[in-house]
């Protein structure tokens, strides 16, 4: 287990994951590591994903299949490095910087998220992905 990310949200046993995108020239795998709340364990029950790659500012995105409604978990107090489920576009997100907010820690998303997980991939090299990249979460 990677003992160096301490999940939020109460996670006594996170389910550590991994995280691939393909580029024209390039692979990176980095872990994820879901937290221990509903939405999490309803994407983890439902991996591996596939998608491709969108941006918005410091952040990537892609759609997925799997229609969660948890407005209990819905928070726009993200910090870098932390994944999301975005309910409004049934879409995954990986916030690696700021994104128009006065803080180097915090993200804020389009519209409300729910925190799924949290990785430690470097912001440098997800600054370098592109747009149409393949992803998958298995």
């Not at 990176?28 to 941006?55: D, H």
């Not at 994104?99 to 998220?113: G, L, M, Q, V």
């Not at 729910?114 to 998958?136: F, N, R």
Request: glycine content about 6%; aromatic content about 8%.
């Amino acid at each position: 287990k990677n003992n160096h990310v301490s999940p939020k949200c109460g996670c006594p046993d996170p389910i550590e994951r991994k995280i691939i995108i393909q580029g024209v020239n390039y692979c990176l795998e980095f872990p994820v590591i879901f937290y221990n709340n509903n939405t999490a364990k309803k994407i983890a029950e439902n991996l591996p994903i596939n998608g491709k790659i969108n941006k918005w500012a410091e952040g990537l995105y892609f759609s997925t299949d799997i229609d969660i409604c948890q407005h209990s978990e819905e928070t726009s107090d993200i910090e870098i490095g932390e994944i999301t489920y975005w309910p409004e576009n049934k879409a995954i997100s990986i916030f690696y910087g700021p994104t128009f907010s006065d803080h180097d820690h915090n993200a804020i998303p389009i519209s409300a998220s729910i925190k799924i997980g949290k990785t430690v991939a470097k912001s440098q090299l997800l600054k370098k992905v592109s747009i149409g990249d393949k992803i998958e979460i298995r």
